[in-house]
Protein backbone atom coordinates (compact mmCIF):
# COMPACT_ATOMS: atom_id res chain seq x y z
CA UNK A 1 0.00 0.00 0.00
CA UNK A 2 1.05 3.37 -0.66
CA UNK A 3 2.67 4.96 2.49
CA UNK A 4 0.81 8.14 2.27
CA UNK A 5 -2.47 6.32 1.70
CA UNK A 6 -1.78 4.42 4.58
CA UNK A 7 -1.20 7.64 7.13
CA UNK A 8 -4.20 9.11 5.69
CA UNK A 9 -6.21 6.53 6.95
CA UNK A 10 -4.40 5.86 10.20
CA UNK A 11 -5.25 9.43 10.81
CA UNK A 12 -8.84 9.25 10.47
CA UNK A 13 -9.52 9.22 13.99
CA UNK A 14 -7.00 11.85 15.67
CA UNK A 15 -7.08 15.29 13.50
CA UNK A 16 -3.48 15.93 13.72
CA UNK A 17 -0.97 13.85 12.75
CA UNK A 18 1.17 14.35 15.94
CA UNK A 19 0.55 13.17 19.85
CA UNK A 20 -1.19 16.65 20.69
CA UNK A 21 -4.86 16.82 21.92
CA UNK A 22 -7.30 19.15 21.03
CA UNK A 23 -7.30 21.39 24.02
CA UNK A 24 -3.06 21.61 23.73
CA UNK A 25 -3.29 22.63 19.61
CA UNK A 26 -5.71 25.26 20.32
CA UNK A 27 -3.43 26.35 23.39
CA UNK A 28 -0.64 26.90 21.45
CA UNK A 29 -2.52 27.97 18.13
CA UNK A 30 -3.76 31.22 20.77
CA UNK A 31 0.40 31.81 21.11
CA UNK A 32 1.14 32.33 17.26
CA UNK A 33 0.16 35.86 16.68
CA UNK A 34 3.62 38.21 16.36
CA UNK A 35 3.17 41.74 18.50
CA UNK A 36 3.68 43.18 14.73
CA UNK A 37 2.19 41.26 12.23
CA UNK A 38 2.36 42.58 8.47
CA UNK A 39 0.15 44.72 7.38
CA UNK A 40 -1.61 41.73 5.46
CA UNK A 41 -0.72 39.26 7.47
CA UNK A 42 0.19 35.03 6.01
CA UNK A 43 0.84 31.84 7.31
CA UNK A 44 2.61 29.09 6.04
CA UNK A 45 2.60 25.13 7.13
CA UNK A 46 5.31 23.11 5.76
CA UNK A 47 4.12 19.27 6.18
CA UNK A 48 0.92 20.25 6.94
CA UNK A 49 -0.89 17.36 6.38
CA UNK A 50 -4.24 17.15 6.29
CA UNK A 51 -4.67 20.79 7.39
CA UNK A 52 -5.91 21.08 10.75
CA UNK A 53 -2.94 23.42 12.58
CA UNK A 54 -3.24 26.01 9.49
CA UNK A 55 -6.92 25.80 9.35
CA UNK A 56 -6.89 26.22 13.35
CA UNK A 57 -4.56 28.63 13.18
CA UNK A 58 -6.89 31.01 10.52
CA UNK A 59 -10.17 30.58 12.57
CA UNK A 60 -7.99 32.57 15.67
CA UNK A 61 -6.85 35.35 12.89
CA UNK A 62 -9.99 35.71 11.14
CA UNK A 63 -7.99 38.88 8.72
CA UNK A 64 -4.77 36.26 7.91
CA UNK A 65 -4.60 34.14 4.74
CA UNK A 66 -2.58 30.57 5.08
CA UNK A 67 -0.68 28.34 2.54
CA UNK A 68 -0.44 24.42 3.48
CA UNK A 69 2.24 22.54 1.65
CA UNK A 70 2.82 18.71 1.65
CA UNK A 71 4.03 15.83 -0.48
CA UNK A 72 0.96 13.45 0.36
CA UNK A 73 -1.81 14.26 -2.35
CA UNK A 74 -4.79 12.20 0.01
CA UNK A 75 -3.29 14.05 3.28
CA UNK A 76 -4.47 17.50 0.72
CA UNK A 77 -7.49 16.01 -0.54
CA UNK A 78 -8.58 16.27 3.32
CA UNK A 79 -7.15 19.45 3.99
CA UNK A 80 -8.97 21.34 0.69
CA UNK A 81 -12.02 18.60 1.64
CA UNK A 82 -12.13 19.78 5.53
CA UNK A 83 -11.78 23.89 4.69
CA UNK A 84 -14.27 23.86 1.67
CA UNK A 85 -16.64 22.89 4.30
CA UNK A 86 -16.13 26.23 6.59
CA UNK A 87 -17.03 29.30 4.58
CA UNK A 88 -15.01 31.63 6.71
CA UNK A 89 -12.21 29.86 5.89
CA UNK A 90 -11.64 28.28 1.97
CA UNK A 91 -11.04 31.55 0.40
CA UNK A 92 -8.51 32.63 2.91
CA UNK A 93 -6.47 29.14 2.29
CA UNK A 94 -4.58 27.96 -0.10
CA UNK A 95 -3.39 24.12 -0.48
CA UNK A 96 0.32 23.38 -2.08
CA UNK A 97 1.41 20.14 -3.76
CA UNK A 98 5.30 19.99 -3.43
CA UNK A 99 8.80 19.60 -1.48
CA UNK A 100 8.59 21.57 1.74
CA UNK A 101 12.58 21.63 1.22
CA UNK A 102 12.14 23.06 -2.55
CA UNK A 103 8.74 25.43 -2.23
CA UNK A 104 9.37 28.98 -2.25
CA UNK A 105 6.98 32.05 -1.74
CA UNK A 106 7.90 34.82 -0.35
CA UNK A 107 8.30 35.37 3.28
CA UNK A 108 5.39 34.84 6.06
CA UNK A 109 4.55 36.44 9.64
CA UNK A 110 4.50 32.96 11.10
CA UNK A 111 5.69 29.67 9.53
CA UNK A 112 4.70 26.37 11.06
CA UNK A 113 6.44 23.01 10.87
CA UNK A 114 4.68 20.09 12.72
CA UNK A 115 6.38 16.34 12.58
CA UNK A 116 8.21 17.30 9.43
CA UNK A 117 11.78 18.06 10.09
CA UNK A 118 12.86 14.65 8.05
CA UNK A 119 11.33 16.76 4.71
CA UNK A 120 14.62 19.11 5.58
CA UNK A 121 16.71 16.22 6.49
CA UNK A 122 16.93 17.25 10.19
CA UNK A 123 16.21 19.73 12.52
CA UNK A 124 19.54 22.23 11.69
CA UNK A 125 18.44 22.25 8.14
CA UNK A 126 14.78 22.99 8.92
CA UNK A 127 15.34 25.81 11.22
CA UNK A 128 17.66 27.08 8.51
CA UNK A 129 14.97 26.34 6.07
CA UNK A 130 12.21 27.81 7.95
CA UNK A 131 13.96 31.37 8.41
CA UNK A 132 14.06 31.80 5.26
CA UNK A 133 10.40 31.93 4.82
CA UNK A 134 9.82 33.76 8.23
CA UNK A 135 9.78 38.02 8.22
CA UNK A 136 11.84 39.38 10.69
CA UNK A 137 10.12 39.19 14.26
CA UNK A 138 8.15 36.94 13.14
CA UNK A 139 6.78 33.57 14.76
CA UNK A 140 7.76 29.83 14.13
CA UNK A 141 5.28 27.03 15.57
CA UNK A 142 8.14 23.74 15.49
CA UNK A 143 7.01 20.29 16.68
CA UNK A 144 9.87 17.46 16.83
CA UNK A 145 10.77 14.62 18.84
CA UNK A 146 13.17 14.11 21.23
CA UNK A 147 14.46 11.43 23.19
CA UNK A 148 13.82 11.55 27.32
CA UNK A 149 17.11 10.24 28.10
CA UNK A 150 19.37 7.76 26.45
CA UNK A 151 17.04 5.70 23.87
CA UNK A 152 17.23 1.68 24.15
CA UNK A 153 18.13 -0.14 20.93
CA UNK A 154 15.02 -1.36 20.69
CA UNK A 155 13.74 2.05 20.74
CA UNK A 156 16.24 2.91 18.02
CA UNK A 157 15.18 -0.06 15.88
CA UNK A 158 11.72 1.05 16.17
CA UNK A 159 12.39 4.45 14.50
CA UNK A 160 15.02 3.12 12.25
CA UNK A 161 17.47 6.37 14.02
CA UNK A 162 20.72 6.75 14.53
CA UNK A 163 22.01 7.33 18.29
CA UNK A 164 22.43 11.57 18.01
CA UNK A 165 19.78 11.38 15.27
CA UNK A 166 17.32 13.16 17.44
CA UNK A 167 18.25 15.31 20.42
CA UNK A 168 17.31 15.41 24.03
CA UNK A 169 14.97 18.03 25.15
CA UNK A 170 18.03 20.31 26.71
CA UNK A 171 19.65 19.69 23.15
CA UNK A 172 16.53 20.50 21.04
CA UNK A 173 16.48 23.74 23.05
CA UNK A 174 20.10 24.48 22.52
CA UNK A 175 20.02 24.31 18.42
CA UNK A 176 16.50 26.22 18.70
CA UNK A 177 18.63 28.59 20.65
CA UNK A 178 21.84 28.05 18.24
CA UNK A 179 19.64 29.36 15.28
CA UNK A 180 18.28 32.87 16.77
CA UNK A 181 14.75 31.69 18.32
CA UNK A 182 14.04 32.10 21.87
CA UNK A 183 11.66 29.50 23.06
CA UNK A 184 8.26 31.28 24.51
CA UNK A 185 5.33 29.14 25.16
CA UNK A 186 5.74 25.19 24.62
CA UNK A 187 4.04 21.77 25.25
CA UNK A 188 5.53 18.40 25.80
CA UNK A 189 2.93 15.68 24.73
CA UNK A 190 2.06 13.95 28.17
CA UNK A 191 1.91 9.96 28.36
CA UNK A 192 -1.94 10.01 27.33
CA UNK A 193 -1.71 12.01 24.61
CA UNK A 194 0.87 9.40 23.05
CA UNK A 195 -1.54 6.49 24.44
CA UNK A 196 -4.49 8.50 22.60
CA UNK A 197 -2.21 8.73 19.38
CA UNK A 198 -1.25 5.24 18.75
CA UNK A 199 -4.11 3.64 19.80
CA UNK A 200 -5.50 5.97 17.14
CA UNK A 201 -2.78 5.11 14.42
CA UNK A 202 -3.07 1.53 14.84
CA UNK A 203 -7.10 1.26 15.59
CA UNK A 204 -7.89 3.24 12.26
CA UNK A 205 -5.86 1.24 10.52
CA UNK A 206 -7.24 -2.23 11.65
CA UNK A 207 -10.95 -0.91 11.48
CA UNK A 208 -10.45 0.05 7.96
CA UNK A 209 -8.82 -2.87 6.83
CA UNK A 210 -10.97 -5.86 8.34
CA UNK A 211 -14.66 -3.66 7.45
CA UNK A 212 -13.36 -1.75 3.98
CA UNK A 213 -10.36 -3.43 2.31
CA UNK A 214 -10.40 -5.89 -0.21
CA UNK A 215 -8.72 -9.29 0.26
CA UNK A 216 -5.35 -8.34 -0.51
CA UNK A 217 -5.17 -4.80 1.23
CA UNK A 218 -6.72 -6.58 3.93
CA UNK A 219 -3.62 -8.66 4.98
CA UNK A 220 -1.52 -5.94 4.14
CA UNK A 221 -2.99 -3.06 6.34
CA UNK A 222 -3.29 -5.79 9.09
CA UNK A 223 0.45 -6.18 8.96
CA UNK A 224 1.56 -2.43 8.85
CA UNK A 225 -0.70 -2.02 12.14
CA UNK A 226 0.88 -4.78 13.98
CA UNK A 227 3.76 -3.97 13.16
CA UNK A 228 3.69 -0.68 13.99
CA UNK A 229 1.83 -0.95 17.33
CA UNK A 230 4.76 -3.47 17.84
CA UNK A 231 7.31 -0.98 17.65
CA UNK A 232 5.68 1.54 19.67
CA UNK A 233 5.42 -1.11 22.42
CA UNK A 234 8.26 -2.71 22.24
CA UNK A 235 10.27 0.06 21.07
CA UNK A 236 9.76 3.95 22.00
CA UNK A 237 7.16 4.05 24.45
CA UNK A 238 8.25 5.95 27.00
CA UNK A 239 11.30 7.02 25.25
CA UNK A 240 10.41 9.32 22.96
CA UNK A 241 9.21 12.78 23.87
CA UNK A 242 7.58 15.08 21.50
CA UNK A 243 7.53 18.83 22.09
CA UNK A 244 5.77 22.04 19.94
CA UNK A 245 6.77 25.22 21.06
CA UNK A 246 6.66 28.79 19.74
CA UNK A 247 9.64 30.11 18.43
CA UNK A 248 10.13 33.89 18.88
CA UNK A 249 12.40 35.91 16.31
CA UNK A 250 15.40 37.13 18.02
CA UNK A 251 17.56 37.43 14.53
CA UNK A 252 20.65 36.80 16.21
CA UNK A 253 21.74 32.97 15.21
CA UNK A 254 24.63 31.28 15.49
C1 LIG B 1 3.85 13.46 10.88
S1 LIG B 1 3.01 14.20 9.53
C2 LIG B 1 2.56 15.78 10.25
C3 LIG B 1 1.45 16.47 9.50
C4 LIG B 1 0.94 17.77 10.14
N1 LIG B 1 2.02 18.71 10.36
C5 LIG B 1 0.25 17.50 11.47
O1 LIG B 1 0.88 17.66 12.53
O2 LIG B 1 -0.93 17.13 11.44
C6 LIG B 1 4.35 14.66 8.46
C7 LIG B 1 3.88 15.29 7.15
O3 LIG B 1 5.03 15.68 6.39
C8 LIG B 1 4.74 15.44 5.03
N2 LIG B 1 6.00 15.40 4.29
C9 LIG B 1 6.97 14.45 4.33
N3 LIG B 1 7.98 14.78 3.50
C10 LIG B 1 7.63 15.98 2.94
C11 LIG B 1 8.26 16.84 2.00
N4 LIG B 1 9.47 16.57 1.48
N5 LIG B 1 7.62 17.99 1.66
C12 LIG B 1 6.40 18.29 2.16
N6 LIG B 1 5.77 17.51 3.05
C13 LIG B 1 6.37 16.37 3.43
C14 LIG B 1 3.98 14.13 5.05
O4 LIG B 1 3.24 13.93 3.85
C15 LIG B 1 3.08 14.34 6.26
O5 LIG B 1 1.85 14.93 5.91
Known amino acids: ?114 GATHAFGGLAPTLEALRRHLLPGGRVLLGEGYWEGTPSQAALDALGAAPGELPDLPGLMAEVARHGYEPGFGHLSTAAEWDRYEWSWTGSLVTWALEEADDDERTEALGIAREHRRQWLEGYRGHLGFATVVLHDTGRGH
Open 1 to 114: MDRALVSAIAHRRHPVAAPVSDESVHRLLTELEPEMPSDAPRLLDLGCGSGEWLRGALRLLPAWEGVGVDVSAPALDEARRRAGDDRGLRDRVRWERADAAAWSGGRFDVVICI
